[in-house]
């Protein structure tokens, strides 16, 4: 079967490269191209690809954005980021939206196509170090005391009730879990519903109480 690539990039020699890296590929197909946000998540929709190869930095916005998006209407897609260092703190958040993996820019010919070959086939393609960033982070947020003892929440919630007892504000959330200010404060405000206190310090408490913001 052929892989159905959807690449999304604003650099036309870069594009030229891929393209040609894929029409030498039998068994990968380039169904198209996308050079900003707005493009990448109206493409997806339109070509219906298998895989997209995806740049983080994008003219209109982060490409971590349109990775969300696009999965959010086809969870089916394996998004491939590619980036400029393994080492860039993006990529930790690529893979918290859903991403299946990177690919550094600049890398070889058959890294980039065993790349796309890999999460097309259901893998994960990234380093050990960046394994380990997310085990961490995942670990931490999904503790089991919090499980227990905050039933009533949704996983993201939970995540932001994490975050509050760690001492996080609504603007440094926002920055970690790459929402929104005005997101962040609609899932803080239904915490405190839920957890039936009334101040951001009375879900602290809670929330240390049963074993979060030890991370």
């Not at 960046?130 to 919090?146: E, I, K, Y």
């Amino acid at each position: 079967m052929t892989v159905r690539v959807l690449v999304v990039d604003d650099h036309p020699l870069f594009l030229d490269g891929v393209r040609a890296a894929l029409a030498g590929a039998q068994d990968l197909e380039w169904v198209g191209e996308a050079h900003d946000v707005r493009g990448a998540v109206a493409a997806a929709a339109e070509l219906e690809p298998d895989v997209v190869l995806l740049d983080v930095g994008l003219p209109d916005g982060s490409g971590i954005d349109a990775a969300r998006e696009i999965l959010a209407a086809r969870p089916a897609v394996r998004v491939l980021v590619m980036t400029m260092s393994e080492e860039d703190e993006t990529v930790v958040s690529a893979m918290r939206a859903g991403a299946r993996g990177y690919v550094v820019k600049g890398s070889g010919r058959a890294d980039l196509l065993a790349g796309i070959r890999a999460v097309a086939a259901g893998g994960a393609v990234f380093s050990p170090t960046v394994a380990d960033r997310l085990g961490s982070f995942f670990g931490s947020l999904a503790t089991l005391p919090g499980h227990q003892a905050f039933p009533q929440l949704t996983d993201r919630e939970r995540e932001v009730l994490e975050l509050l007892a760690r001492g996080y504000d609504n603007r440094r959330m926002a920055r970690e879990l790459f929402l929104s200010d005005k997101t962040v404060r609609n899932h803080v405000s239904n915490v405190l519903t839920k957890l039936d206190v009334e101040t951001r310090g009375e879900a602290v408490v809670r929330a240390r109480n049963a074993g979060l913001g030890a991370g």
